[in-house]
């Protein structure tokens, strides 16, 4: 197995409870491991919550990490991909002077060739918003740092995987037994 | 509890009842067949101890003189009966003073259920008198935990918690329950726990992996089993027996599986780890298939990874998949309870000797003795061994008792040299290492198996950390035997000085008090013993008394345990001396 330090994206399915981020964040806080970012949010199932979690870390170290995971009461089950295996991106928003829209008309073609879109415009400021790949938001920023940027924001990584997870038929095995 | 749809629940009653929620705590504790808890009251707790008072005739509440206490109590019952041990304490510093008990049971993987009060909930996050976030606290260190804030929520939560702590590999639970769900009024009913969508305590066995793992032991010319707790756990003891007796394998034990095959049965081969048997450590770097049944491969076992059964097969028996892979790379891993993979396991298995095998541990067992379990337990020097103590012990109890030892040297020697013909009978503090365990757990223990020996072996040091349980004893009229082993020294840290500091004794000296005083201030009946000559009356005396007896024993001051694995080193580079 390769020891090369690599991004995994581990994606979490769990119950909806207090106290479970904190269960899941412990694991790698004990290993020594820096979450690079970590989104949670409702999943496909109602009432199941999914983390997406992403790591530079070995292969060993991630299968270790995800039995980990997976050993915790509330977590269903715990997966890890590579960049290749998943479908992922983030999102940024950045707020700008009104004035420059008018004042330095290449903004106008930074957004249009980055496919940003404005999400509001008022006399002091306008908001633009980006969902991408890393390298695609900070080619982005840099090109509007240039010009000033009042605030910058970026999400954690959001991503869904080539294979089937296959939560639901768990979940109604376990109903079946009931 | 946003979950109460994915519990499996089994209907007990169908009928309600109007109580509140402290009794509601004790009903469901009576329902899950809680006979002895383990406490201390306080503010954010005392409805539930008026409860208590209400329901004495039911069940038994023991007030210990610490909350650590309580919870070590609390692990010694658990660790004898297989049962489900019940820890109770107030918010804040009575919550905290549980931890340590918990993170034991965690890494030893103890049933506990422990129930703490917690202020109001409109007073949670305010830093209210005596508040601390147990639930943040106790993560780390417990299976599951949660917080319940409304009466109603209360008997879902404790079966839940019940199930948790047995079910599966078990562990420690933690509820939080406020003290407003504790005075609020619920409509009663108790449902059982009987599963939790979101956790599998089972892996199932796969008759796949039997099979192989059959075939690799079949083939084996040297093969050797390391079983761990997880035979105590899941009762397997006779299935082991017959897995060894079938196959002729000779088989060693860790720590925490010490008693599941009596010390005397011919197979059984001794301690691996640091301070184990040398022919299991040696030989652990010479079999050929090596068959790990219920044990976690913990550093204190293992020595240096890098050089660790390199040439062996690995079969790993295990309940828990987490710990497949995590330190010892298997070619076969065997997931499930023990005892169902053991008993699908024994019909593949050809019946086998060993013969030529066997004999090296043998061979090396008697280098071990001769260099040293002689002088341990039959010296001819001056000075008392602990060894000596454990020897005089096993005549005089005959390998009945159960031995409940503290953390160091006294307590390699215990696990070496005591005899054990019943299973459950090593109670120790063995992944967390945790000074004080004994004297409590032995009061859990005896309370657990009343008719049980209970002989508590504790050192000088750790004996000081929790020697507040002799008021418990005392109170309680718990006849444990205490055995103090007092060399004056925090032995196992002075043997490191000693061995790898140039013998810089920083802070190990103890100057200690009148131990056989202290006991009779607590009206418990004590002896010193200075001289050999004594000590066997001395311990005849002790095991024939029916109350509580507290026997000091001042040993040599800087005896060493040997034999050892100096951190870092390989297993078969145990050193004799």
């Given at each position: 197995m390769s020891e090369e330090i690599k991004s995994f994206t581990i994606s979490v399915y769990t119950?909806?409870?207090?106290g479970l981020l904190n269960r899941i964040s412990a694991i790698f806080q004990r290993r020594h491991i820096n979450i690079e970012s970590l989104t949670t949010s409702q999943s496909e199932i109602e009432n199941v919550n999914r983390f997406v979690i992403v790591v530079n870390i070995t292969e060993s170290q991630a299968i270790k990490v995800v039995k980990q995971i997976e050993k915790q009461?509330?977590?269903?089950r715990a997966y890890y991909h590579t960049d290749e295996e998943t479908i992922y991106t983030e999102s940024c928003m950045f707020k700008i002077k009104s004035d420059l829209l008018f004042e330095e008309p290449q903004i106008q073609n930074i957004i249009k060739d980055s496919n940003a879109r404005i999400v509001t415009v008022n006399k002091k400021f306008f908001v633009l918003e980006k969902s991408g790949r890393r390298h695609e938001i900070e080619l982005l920023r840099r090109e509007l740092n240039v010009f000033g940027i009042m605030q910058f924001v970026r999400s954690g990584r959001i991503a869904v995987t080539?294979?089937?997870?296959?939560i639901s038929e768990m979940l109604s095995a376990f109903n079946n037994q009931l | 509890m946003k979950t109460q749809t994915a519990n499996k629940t089994q209907n007990v009653t169908e009928k309600t009842e109007r109580i509140t929620g402290s009794e509601a705590i004790i009903r469901c504790l009576i329902a899950e067949g809680v006979d002895i808890l383990y406490g201390y009251p306080g503010g954010a707790i005392m409805p539930v101890y008026d409860e208590l008072y209400k329901f004495k005739d039911q069940i038994s509440h023991i007030l210990t003189r610490h909350e650590q206490g309580a919870a070590h109590a609390a692990q010694g019952y658990a660790r004898i009966s297989g049962r489900v041990g019940v820890a109770m304490a107030t918010s804040g510093p009575g919550a905290t003073n549980l931890v340590t008990g918990i993170a034991d049971a965690q890494i030893d993987s103890t049933p506990l259920v422990c129930i703490t009060g917690q202020v109001a909930s409109h007073l949670?996050?305010?830093?209210?008198?005596?508040?601390?976030d147990i639930v943040g606290i106790s993560t780390p260190v417990t299976k599951w935990n949660c917080q319940v804030t409304?009466?109603?929520?209360i008997p879902e939560a404790l079966a839940k918690a019940f199930y948790l702590a047995k079910s599966g590999r078990p562990g420690p639970v933690l509820v939080d329950i406020t003290k407003d769900a504790q005075f609020g009024e619920l409509d009663f009913k108790y449902e059982k726990c009987k599963?939790?969508?979101?956790?599998?305590p089972v892996p199932p066995t796969d008759l796949e992996t039997v099979a192989k793992a059959a075939e690799l032991i079949n083939n084996a010319k040297k093969p050797l089993i390391v079983w761990g707790q997880g035979i105590i756990l899941s009762q397997a003891e006779e299935q082991l027996k017959a897995v060894i007796e079938k196959a002729g394998i000779p088989s060693a034990w860790t720590i925490l599986g010490a008693s599941a095959i009596p010390?005397?049965?011919?197979?059984?081969i001794g301690m691996v780890g640091m301070?184990?048997?040398y022919a299991p450590n040696v030989l652990t770097n010479e079999c050929d298939v090596l068959i790990a049944i219920g044990?976690?491969?913990d550093d204190r076992v293992t020595g240096n990874l890098n050089t660790y059964a390199k040439q062996a097969k690995v079969i790993h028996f295990e309940i828990?998949?987490?710990?497949?892979?995590?330190n010892v790379k298997t070619d076969v891993a065997v997931l499930g309870d023990a005892k169902s993979s053991l008993t699908a396991l024994l019909p593949l298995l050809n019946n086998n000797t060993h013969n030529e095998w066997h004999q090296k541990f043998k061979d090396l067992y008697a280098i071990e003795f001769e260099k040293i379990i002689k002088d341990d337990i039959t010296?001819?020097?001056e000075g008392l061994t602990m060894g000596e103590v454990l020897r005089q012990i096993n005549i005089n109890t005959k390998g009945n008792a159960a031995i409940v030892s503290d953390v160091g040297q006294h307590q390699m020697i215990a696990c070496r040299y005591s005899e054990f013909?019943?299973?459950?009978?090593n109670i120790t503090s063995g992944?967390?290492?945790?000074?004080?365990?004994a004297l409590p757990a032995a009061i859990g223990a005896k309370m657990a198996a009343p008719d049980r020996e209970v002989v508590a072996i504790i050192g000088d040091g750790g004996y000081q950390?929790?020697?507040?349980?002799l008021g418990t004893i005392f109170q309680n009229k718990v006849p444990v035997k205490i055995v103090v082993l007092n060399n004056e020294f925090l032995g196992m840290v002075r043997q490191w000085q000693q061995l790898?500091?140039?013998?810089?004794?920083?802070?190990?000296?103890m100057t200690n008090p009148d131990f056989v005083t202290i006991a009779k201030g607590y009206y418990i009946e004590g002896k010193r013993v200075t001289k050999r000559d004594e000590l066997a009356t001395a311990v005849k005396e002790m095991i024939a008394s029916k109350d509580a007896y507290f026997l000091e024993v001042c040993v040599e001051k800087e005896d060493n345990v040997f034999p050892m694995i100096p951190s870092g080193a390989s297993v078969s580079d145990i050193r004799l001396s």
């Amino acid at each position: 197995m390769s020891e090369e330090i690599k991004s995994f994206t581990i994606s979490v399915y769990t119950e909806n409870n207090i106290g479970l981020l904190n269960r899941i964040s412990a694991i790698f806080q004990r290993r020594h491991i820096n979450i690079e970012s970590l989104t949670t949010s409702q999943s496909e199932i109602e009432n199941v919550n999914r983390f997406v979690i992403v790591v530079n870390i070995t292969e060993s170290q991630a299968i270790k990490v995800v039995k980990q995971i997976e050993k915790q009461v509330e977590a269903l089950r715990a997966y890890y991909h590579t960049d290749e295996e998943t479908i992922y991106t983030e999102s940024c928003m950045f707020k700008i002077k009104s004035d420059l829209l008018f004042e330095e008309p290449q903004i106008q073609n930074i957004i249009k060739d980055s496919n940003a879109r404005i999400v509001t415009v008022n006399k002091k400021f306008f908001v633009l918003e980006k969902s991408g790949r890393r390298h695609e938001i900070e080619l982005l920023r840099r090109e509007l740092n240039v010009f000033g940027i009042m605030q910058f924001v970026r999400s954690g990584r959001i991503a869904v995987t080539k294979e089937e997870m296959k939560i639901s038929e768990m979940l109604s095995a376990f109903n079946n037994q009931l | 509890m946003k979950t109460q749809t994915a519990n499996k629940t089994q209907n007990v009653t169908e009928k309600t009842e109007r109580i509140t929620g402290s009794e509601a705590i004790i009903r469901c504790l009576i329902a899950e067949g809680v006979d002895i808890l383990y406490g201390y009251p306080g503010g954010a707790i005392m409805p539930v101890y008026d409860e208590l008072y209400k329901f004495k005739d039911q069940i038994s509440h023991i007030l210990t003189r610490h909350e650590q206490g309580a919870a070590h109590a609390a692990q010694g019952y658990a660790r004898i009966s297989g049962r489900v041990g019940v820890a109770m304490a107030t918010s804040g510093p009575g919550a905290t003073n549980l931890v340590t008990g918990i993170a034991d049971a965690q890494i030893d993987s103890t049933p506990l259920v422990c129930i703490t009060g917690q202020v109001a909930s409109h007073l949670l996050g305010s830093d209210a008198f005596q508040e601390t976030d147990i639930v943040g606290i106790s993560t780390p260190v417990t299976k599951w935990n949660c917080q319940v804030t409304e009466a109603s929520q209360i008997p879902e939560a404790l079966a839940k918690a019940f199930y948790l702590a047995k079910s599966g590999r078990p562990g420690p639970v933690l509820v939080d329950i406020t003290k407003d769900a504790q005075f609020g009024e619920l409509d009663f009913k108790y449902e059982k726990c009987k599963g939790v969508r979101s956790y599998i305590p089972v892996p199932p066995t796969d008759l796949e992996t039997v099979a192989k793992a059959a075939e690799l032991i079949n083939n084996a010319k040297k093969p050797l089993i390391v079983w761990g707790q997880g035979i105590i756990l899941s009762q397997a003891e006779e299935q082991l027996k017959a897995v060894i007796e079938k196959a002729g394998i000779p088989s060693a034990w860790t720590i925490l599986g010490a008693s599941a095959i009596p010390t005397s049965h011919p197979l059984n081969i001794g301690m691996v780890g640091m301070h184990g048997n040398y022919a299991p450590n040696v030989l652990t770097n010479e079999c050929d298939v090596l068959i790990a049944i219920g044990m976690r491969f913990d550093d204190r076992v293992t020595g240096n990874l890098n050089t660790y059964a390199k040439q062996a097969k690995v079969i790993h028996f295990e309940i828990d998949p987490a710990e497949v892979d995590k330190n010892v790379k298997t070619d076969v891993a065997v997931l499930g309870d023990a005892k169902s993979s053991l008993t699908a396991l024994l019909p593949l298995l050809n019946n086998n000797t060993h013969n030529e095998w066997h004999q090296k541990f043998k061979d090396l067992y008697a280098i071990e003795f001769e260099k040293i379990i002689k002088d341990d337990i039959t010296p001819t020097k001056e000075g008392l061994t602990m060894g000596e103590v454990l020897r005089q012990i096993n005549i005089n109890t005959k390998g009945n008792a159960a031995i409940v030892s503290d953390v160091g040297q006294h307590q390699m020697i215990a696990c070496r040299y005591s005899e054990f013909n019943i299973t459950k009978s090593n109670i120790t503090s063995g992944g967390l290492g945790t000074m004080g365990f004994a004297l409590p757990a032995a009061i859990g223990a005896k309370m657990a198996a009343p008719d049980r020996e209970v002989v508590a072996i504790i050192g000088d040091g750790g004996y000081q950390m929790t020697i507040q349980e002799l008021g418990t004893i005392f109170q309680n009229k718990v006849p444990v035997k205490i055995v103090v082993l007092n060399n004056e020294f925090l032995g196992m840290v002075r043997q490191w000085q000693q061995l790898f500091f140039d013998k810089r004794y920083a802070s190990t000296e103890m100057t200690n008090p009148d131990f056989v005083t202290i006991a009779k201030g607590y009206y418990i009946e004590g002896k010193r013993v200075t001289k050999r000559d004594e000590l066997a009356t001395a311990v005849k005396e002790m095991i024939a008394s029916k109350d509580a007896y507290f026997l000091e024993v001042c040993v040599e001051k800087e005896d060493n345990v040997f034999p050892m694995i100096p951190s870092g080193a390989s297993v078969s580079d145990i050193r004799l001396s």
